[in-house]
């Protein structure tokens, strides 16, 4: 069987998406597309030669009876309303992060899934799919370098635009790290605190850049994030756990090295696209295949979209009040577990 899917927000990822289900992975075809600018989506259709038909909203997209999976690409505030549409009329949802831009939505988002009775949804968190988590968590797991005390992360894009704002490097950005770091040393962040160091030149007015964040988590690991949006030289992912015994490092994405007139080195990305994009494929196939195999997407949760949210507006008030700031979540439902 093919899922048919139906894209809502056809900009840059909901391009990229589009391209990698119709011309890399197998067992998904686009069938409807719909943007709010309905210009962007019927250039699709024809960039890419769908056969798909152009809605004019999410409403009449997801009532389509051929749409059998939407696909959430729009931007964040829009995600909630398409996610709890997706919902009511029982289809599959794979949305791009943020889930919703409260944890309230979230929460929303989780007890209709819930009502419903079986998993919906998945949530973009592609990077519990990148071989270096993976490899990293594997190491963590099988416990080869000792229990694990502090980490230390990088998240570095060379620019952003004038619509990037100080509480964006959490809810845009440091989000994927939210959702990654918890997840590779299967702990619960329990306090964060945000430092704002000596302001980048490079950075528009209303933007603080760089920012650090650091968090506690509830064993007492420490983890030192830097998210610094406006570093010019490249897109730079770093994170290295230090444990007991010895630390680990997640492997910098690798490319030929050229020695040439006296020097060495090698070109680093630019943009998020390709740092990565296997992960991005990862989880749409697996997105797909668990589907057809068990009736339900096995990636990211709608749960742990709301524990993102959760940590994220957390993140958020302490960049306001300069003061660690308590990290609460609801508990974990048994439907999640
Ligand atoms: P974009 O601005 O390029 O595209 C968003 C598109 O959605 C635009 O074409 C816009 O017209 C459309 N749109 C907005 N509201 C809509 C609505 N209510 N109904 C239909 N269409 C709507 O943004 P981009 O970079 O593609 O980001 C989209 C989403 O993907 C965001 O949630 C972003 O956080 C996420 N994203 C995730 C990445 C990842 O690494 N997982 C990377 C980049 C983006
Ligand atoms: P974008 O601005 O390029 O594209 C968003 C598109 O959505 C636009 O075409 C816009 O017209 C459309 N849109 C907005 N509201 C809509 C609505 N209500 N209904 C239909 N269409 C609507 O943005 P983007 O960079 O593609 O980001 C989109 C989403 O993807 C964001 O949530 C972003 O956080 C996420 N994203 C994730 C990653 C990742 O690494 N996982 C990378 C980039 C973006
Ligand atoms: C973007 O929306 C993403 O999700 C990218 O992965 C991230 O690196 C970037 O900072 C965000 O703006």
């Given at each position: 069987m093919t899922v048919r899917f139906g894209v809502i927000g056809t900009g840059a990822i909901g391009r990229e998406h589009i391209n990698r289900i119709t011309n890399?992975?197998?067992g998904g075809r686009i069938v409807a597309v719909t943007d709010v600018n309905q210009k962007a989506a019927r250039e699709v259709v024809e960039t890419f030669g769908l056969d798909a038909v152009v809605y004019p909203d999410d409403t009449s997209l997801i009532a389509?009876?051929?749409?059998?999976a939407v696909l959430v690409t729009s931007w964040g505030p829009a995600h909630e309303g398409s996610v709890l549409k997706a919902i009511d009329a029982g289809k599959y949802v794979f949305c791009e992060k943020p889930l919703a831009t409260t944890e309230e939505g979230c929460m929303r988002i989780v007890e209709a899934e819930m009502k419903h009775g079986k998993r919906l949804v998945q949530v973009g968190f592609m990077r519990r799919y990148d071989s270096g988590y993976v490899q990293l968590k594997d190491a963590l797991d099988r416990n080869e370098a000792g229990e694990p005390l502090m980490i230390y992360c990088a998240h570095r894009n060379p620019d952003v635009d004038?619509?990037?704002?100080?509480d964006m490097a959490i809810t845009d950005t440091l989000v994927h790290e939210i959702d990654v770091l918890h997840w590779l040393v299967n702990d619960d962040y329990q306090s964060v605190q945000v430092i704002f160091p000596k302001r980048t030149k490079r950075a528009l007015d209303h933007l603080r850049d760089p920012q650090v964040i650091i968090f506690e988590t509830k064993t007492g690991m420490h983890i030192s994030v830097e998210v610094f949006v406006?570093?010019?030289?490249g897109y730079d992912i770093q994170c290295e756990v230090v444990c007991e015994e010895g630390t680990l490092k997640l492997p910098d994405v690798s490319g030929v090295v050229m020695k040439k007139e006296g020097r060495q080195g090698s070109t680093l990305l630019m943009d998020w696209k390709r740092r990565f994009i296997d992960a991005y494929d990862k989880e749409l196939q697996d997105f797909m295949d668990s589907i057809q195999a068990s009736g339900e997407p096995q990636g990211p949760t709608a749960w742990d979209g709301y524990i993102a949210a959760t940590t994220a507006d957390a993140c958020v008030r302490a960049q306001q009040s300069g003061q660690r700031e308590t990290i609460a979540s609801a508990d974990k439902p048994d439907f999640y577990a």
């Amino acid at each position: 069987m093919t899922v048919r899917f139906g894209v809502i927000g056809t900009g840059a990822i909901g391009r990229e998406h589009i391209n990698r289900i119709t011309n890399t992975l197998s067992g998904g075809r686009i069938v409807a597309v719909t943007d709010v600018n309905q210009k962007a989506a019927r250039e699709v259709v024809e960039t890419f030669g769908l056969d798909a038909v152009v809605y004019p909203d999410d409403t009449s997209l997801i009532a389509d009876t051929n749409v059998d999976a939407v696909l959430v690409t729009s931007w964040g505030p829009a995600h909630e309303g398409s996610v709890l549409k997706a919902i009511d009329a029982g289809k599959y949802v794979f949305c791009e992060k943020p889930l919703a831009t409260t944890e309230e939505g979230c929460m929303r988002i989780v007890e209709a899934e819930m009502k419903h009775g079986k998993r919906l949804v998945q949530v973009g968190f592609m990077r519990r799919y990148d071989s270096g988590y993976v490899q990293l968590k594997d190491a963590l797991d099988r416990n080869e370098a000792g229990e694990p005390l502090m980490i230390y992360c990088a998240h570095r894009n060379p620019d952003v635009d004038e619509k990037y704002t100080t509480d964006m490097a959490i809810t845009d950005t440091l989000v994927h790290e939210i959702d990654v770091l918890h997840w590779l040393v299967n702990d619960d962040y329990q306090s964060v605190q945000v430092i704002f160091p000596k302001r980048t030149k490079r950075a528009l007015d209303h933007l603080r850049d760089p920012q650090v964040i650091i968090f506690e988590t509830k064993t007492g690991m420490h983890i030192s994030v830097e998210v610094f949006v406006n570093c010019k030289f490249g897109y730079d992912i770093q994170c290295e756990v230090v444990c007991e015994e010895g630390t680990l490092k997640l492997p910098d994405v690798s490319g030929v090295v050229m020695k040439k007139e006296g020097r060495q080195g090698s070109t680093l990305l630019m943009d998020w696209k390709r740092r990565f994009i296997d992960a991005y494929d990862k989880e749409l196939q697996d997105f797909m295949d668990s589907i057809q195999a068990s009736g339900e997407p096995q990636g990211p949760t709608a749960w742990d979209g709301y524990i993102a949210a959760t940590t994220a507006d957390a993140c958020v008030r302490a960049q306001q009040s300069g003061q660690r700031e308590t990290i609460a979540s609801a508990d974990k439902p048994d439907f999640y577990a």
